[in-house]
Structures are given as structure tokens and as C-alpha cells.
């Protein structure tokens, strides 16, 4: 039954139902983005609000609209199928995923907000969604990636709260889409601000047996372990593409989390060495430079000695889809170029000197041969 | 010229020449052990005492004697090609390296003790080199494994303080033998207890361009890092058996790493978290769980749906190495179990009842779903 009037009432919603007895306001959720993470996510949270009583059943998707090689629209062929056959396909999403086209339509009468687009795009669905939003909507981010300016990193959790007024948490971790659309065990790591309530909701909605989820007090370094890895998948392609090993390996990808962990806590005194042992930091780094299309990229750059380009071998290696580390290097050597801090981080810095072709690819270890003036740790 | 008269004035071990000026008694390190990671030992240390003041150019290892095929003396061998053939074919140690097969002669004149044999000598060794070596021997010990009682685990370090009365650091990481020996960049980590003035003496003494070592001040620490690394490889390997992708290895890697630290932080209070950020702990988990035997032997455990036994697998795959992942398993599986904590460790303990035939191979998974009752982090 619908509830005749809505009021606040602390933090929770209550409304009233036509006999005038009180109910708890379900959620809805919107799933803003729809490509192979952004599915996933769908089809992991549409999994949980058929079992929770503080949800509506139904997960609405926001889906750019393409028109399918068949001559049929992505969105009807989802809803018809429940599939997502253009970026997940052979995955039922669930039946109470809807697929819907129009932006300002799928978020209007959400109170719960799911990000997983392109980050690039993040600054103009912003725009679009101001005053078009509930005013209390909570918000969660699984983007990876940031804008770097220069009195620095400027995190997509951040650009949400500040264009639209709301709160915002993170979900980052070790999530290959396609090993957690098949229910591969998996964990991951929400990163909240102040409140703790509201993060064990965002643990209630994405968690299921195969997928568990933890909560930190820790925004900002949950997101930056999410951009930052990036920049050490690039040096361990580069060191798997010069065959230097399994202890060269380990030890640029530890060294990579020390600079991680000292960029961030440089950044936002907030964060907290913890973090970095959680799924974000040490797993998702792992899985990052075990697989991942920035490994791959590097590995092919080092083993063609810097000759050619990355923009080439990612055009010839990925078909499309784009690489983060490279520019999360770029915009990383800046912040530490602009504040004088390139000696203390040898790694990061060795990363975007070797990309822009100013250094070789060998430089990756023997950087690593002169400590850091600084100490880091 | 040799020092006629030895005094001790402070830490500082003094000498007279014969015209009676003071002179600083130069260090002389004896390793104790020739396998395959104490022949790059001495190698890295050789390097070294060639270049500083304050350690004698010689460095004496102790080798059990064997007669190779041709019916020579390893030692013989060692001693006229520079090149311990059997475990290190084709490295060339340093000349100032001398291969000794007699233990009390070897260590008569050390100051500097290098223990790197397989744990299971360590006691014997123990044993017979009390009364033969000078009271104020500096040792350190490369050697992973311990051994674990009921009371806890008692580490290598320990038993050769406790039997020599002397002091013991450690030095563990990131090593595999063969990639140091061809001078590939690694890194190491040294524990130590109180001084650190000794520590920045090991420090000095193992570290090169290639090989670059840090002190911390935690012992236990390191030292249980290098040993219970080897259980979690065993999971790790489980996970490659069962071919169940990038996620979730990480995951169960990064809940292996939660449980070395919390156990070791229960056994011993001074252990630091910081200690698991080090070369000895997440660079050493790393290269431990993509490579190594533990790994090997679990994967084809796996695959062989636990049909095969442990033992049976190492006879076939290992040609007379042994395993210490099982039996390090199973000595943790008894700590915990005479403490009431197997719920609180619900990966060491699921490794052991595995490796024991309790429970299937998939089981690494299954008990992943259902977290542990007391929060570890």
C-alpha cells in the first residue's frame, strides 16, 4: 500500500498509510551507469532489496541508450531479457532491474543513489542531475579515477557531495566484474565519512555470500587506493615485460603501496594506515597487477624497449578501452612536481617519466636502487 | 698486523697493535649453513666485507660435507672454483669466501654469526656450538619455520638467544635464492630487538645496489611474517586448484595476511603493523603465493580433489624438498586450538583441516563466506 504522506523524522523516513498508522518509507535505488562493473553492481544489489524489507524491490538502471548491430534498443533488450548483452551478457541481472534511458526520470523518486560510470563523465551527469535529485538522497561511488588539479587530488566522491549537496560513500576492491557476475568469492571495502549507520546500509545492499563487504571510516583513502594502484600496475607490467622476476615484482608493488599509503596520508591527514590492509588497498593491488589491461599495456611497452607509444599499444591492446594509470601518472608527478615532493616518491615519479618516453623502461628498477630520500614509511 | 692484546671498552671491541696504539678489531663472520639461500648469503655478505673497514675480508661458511658424483669433497670444490656446484651451480661466491666443513673450527674465531640451514639442524647445532663460540657474538638468523608448542610458537631467533646467550636478530623478505644470486633488484627486511646500532650493522652487511634492506625494531614480527607466510601459500595454491580467478586469490591472500598479523599480535604484544607493510611481509606473502612450493603443492592438491595426500604430492612434485606450509598449518591449528581462537582464525584453521583430509579442497572457499566471529583487524 502506498503511504498517503511522507515526513522526516530524524533520520529516518517515515511515512503514513491510508488508515493512518506509521510505515517505514522503503528505499529506492537508482544504479547510475551500466557497463560491465555497473551490471554487476545491479545485479548484486537487485539480489538484496527482493530480501530486505527497507527496500523497494525494484533497481532502476540508468542506461545510455545505444541501438544494438539488431536494430534494437539496449534498453528494451534488457528489460525483455534481463540482460545486459552488450556489457555482461549471459548474466541475468534479476527481473526487478528496469533499464531506463532518461536520467532525470530514473532518479527522480530514487533516495538511494548508485555511481558507476566512466569517471570522465561524472562531471557532467552532475550538472544534469542538480535539482532534479531528492533533497536526502544518500549517494555511494564505485567510480576509479580522480581528477588531479593541482593543490590536489579532487575525488569523484567529493565532486558528487559538492555539486549536489549530498552524502557520499565509496565501494572499492579487488572486483574483476566478470569473476563476481559468475559468484566467485570476492570482497570489497565502503569507505563512509561520519556516518557509520549509513555505511552498514551500503554493506547490507551490495553484500551477498560470495561478496563481503566491509565498512571503513576512511573515504578518502579507500578512493585513492582505487586511482592510485593504477599508477603501480603500469611499473609491474614494466618489470613482468623485462622478466625481472617474482622478488622484483613483489618489491615495486610494495614499495608502489608505501608511496600509495604516503600520497594519501600527505593528501588527507584522515587517512588511516589501515585502510591499505583492507580489500582496496593490499587485494585490489594485487589483483591489478597480477591481471588488468595497465599491466598489460606496460608489459608490452617494456618489451618493446619504449619504442613505441602507449596511446599505440592501447589502441592495438584494448580495443577500445582506455587506460587510467598512464594519466593517474601524469596528474600525480604534477601535484608532486608543484609541491617539490618528486624525490620522495621514486616510484610515481619513475612511472610518468618512463611513459612520456624521457626515461627508459629499465629505469623502473634501477630507481628502485637509490632509497628515497625521505622516509616514507 | 695482527692485534696483540683484545680488551672490551664499551660495545666497541678494542685491540692493541704491537707498538701499543688502539686499533678496532675488525668483525669475522662465519655463515652457518651452504644451501641454495646460504650461498647467496654469503655471496651478498662477501661483497660487502671486502669493502668495509670494520669486517675482515674473509668469510668463513660452514658446509656439511658431501662427496659429489665425481668423488671430490664439496668443500674442496667450493674452495677451489669459488662456486658452491651442488646448490648454487654457476654463481661465483667471491674468493674471500671460505668453505670450512669442521662447525667448531668454522665459528672458533667469528664475531658475526649468519645462521641460514633448514630449522629442523637448528637445535642440534644449537647444541654443539655451546662453549665453542666467544661471548659476544652477534648472530642473526635467515632460517623461516619455528617451532610451535602448546605454549606458542617458539621462534628460531629465541632458541639460539636462549641456547648461546647471545643477542639474534633476523632478516626475512622477498627471496628467492636464484633471482638475488643473478643480482636482480630485491629488498629484506631485518628484525631486531633493542639495538639498533647492531641492526644498522646488518644492514650494512648484506645490503647492496641489488639488494636493499631495512631495519625495524620487531623481531617476532619479521620472524613469524617469513613463517606463516608459507600456510597462507598453501590457501593460495588451494585457490589456483580450483581455478577460481584474480578476486578471490587476492581476497584470501589479504585474509592470509590479516590472520599472520593478528596472530602474531596475540602471540606477541610488541609486534608492529607496520612490520606487515615490509619486504618480510606483504612483498614476501606475494612472491610466496605466485610462486613457490607451497603453492605448487596445494595447487595440484586441488586439482586432485584432495585424493592424492599432501605428502604423496610433494614425493612427486618436490624431488626431496619438503613442504613446511602443512606443517606449520598443523602447529598453528594446535596453538589455536588450545587457546579456544580456530573461530577467530577461520583460514589457518581451514587450511589445516584440509591438509589433514578433513574437510575438500573447496572448503577454502565455503568457510570464506561466513566471517570470523571476533573482528581481527
Redesign the interface.
Known amino acids: 500500500m502506498a503511504p498517503a504522506q511522507e515526513q522526516l523524522e530524524g533520520e529516518q523516513i517515515v511515512a503514513q498509510n491510508e488508515d493512518g498508522t506509521n510505515c517505514i518509507e522503503r528505499s529506492r535505488v537508482t544504479v547510475i551507469g551500466s557497463g560491465n562493473w555497473g551490471s554487476v553492481a545491479a545485479k548484486l544489489i537487485a539480489s538484496n532489496t527482493l530480501m530486505l524489507d527497507s527496500f523497494h524491490d525494484e533497481v532502476r538502471m540508468w542506461v545510455y541508450e545505444e541501438v544494438l548491430p539488431s536494430g534494437e534498443k539496449l534498453t528494451n533488450v534488457i528489460n525483455q531479457t534481463n540482460e545486459n548483452v552488450k556489457y555482461l551478457p549471459g548474466i541475468k541481472l534479476g527481473k526487478n532491474v528496469v533499464a531506463d534511458p532518461d536520467l532525470d526520470n530514473a532518479v527522480k523518486n530514487a533516495t538511494v543513489l548508485v555511481f558507476v560510470t566512466p569517471h570522465q563523465f561524472m562531471e557532467g551527469i552532475c550538472q544534469r542531475l542538480v535539482g532534479k535529485i531528492k533533497p536526502d538522497v544518500e549517494a555511494i561511488s564505485l567510480i576509479k579515477g580522480m581528477e588531479v588539479k593541482m593543490e590536489g587530488p579532487c575525488m569523484i566522491s567529493s565532486l558528487i557531495s559538492d555539486q549536489l549537496g549530498i552524502n557520499c560513500c565509496v565501494l572499492m576492491g ?3 566484474a566478470n ?2 557476475a559468475v559468484e ?4 570489497a571495502t565502503v569507505g563512509f565519512r561520519e556516518n557509520k549507520e549509513v555505511a552498514e546500509r551500503w554493506v547490507q545492499l551490495f553484500s551477498t ?2 561478496f ?1 563487504v566491509t565498512a571503513v571510516q576512511d573515504v578518502e583513502g579507500v578512493e585513492l587506493c582505487g586511482t592510485l594502484k593504477n599508477v603501480v600496475a603500469i611499473a609491474a607490467g614494466l618489470v613482468d615485460g623485462l622478466e ?8 615495486i ?3 608502489g ?2 608511496e600509495m ?1 604516503a600520497f594519501s596520508k600527505l593528501m588527507f591527514s584522515s587517512v588511516r ?2 585502510t ?4 582496496c588497498g ?3 593491488l ?2 591489478t597487477c ?2 588488468g589491461r595497465n599491466r598489460k599495456v606496460a608489459e608490452a611497452f617494456a618489451k618493446n624497449g619504449g619504442k613505441r607509444s602507449f596511446d599505440e599499444l592501447e589502441a592495438e591492446l584494448l580495443q577500445g578501452q582506455k587506460l587510467q594509470g598512464v594519466s593517474t601518472a601524469k596528474e600525480v608527478y604534477a601535484v608532486l612536481s608543484n609541491r617539490g615532493w618528486l624525490e620522495m616518491f621514486p616510484l610515481f615519479t619513475t612511472v610518468h617519466e618512463i611513459c612520456v618516453g624521457r626515461i627508459p623502461p629499465t629505469a623502473i ?1 634501477e630507481y ?2 637509490h ?1 628515497p630520500k625521505c622516509c616514507l ?1
Open positions: 579487488a572486483n574483476i569473476e563476481i566467485k568469492f570476492s570482497e555470500p560470495y563481503q625481472m622476476g617474482n622478488n622484483t615484482k613483489a618489491a608493488m610494495r614499495i603501496l608505501r599509503r594506515d589501515s591499505f590492509f583492507e580489500s593490499v587485494a585490489d594485487i589483483t597480477m591481471g628498477v628502485s636502487e632509497k614509511t
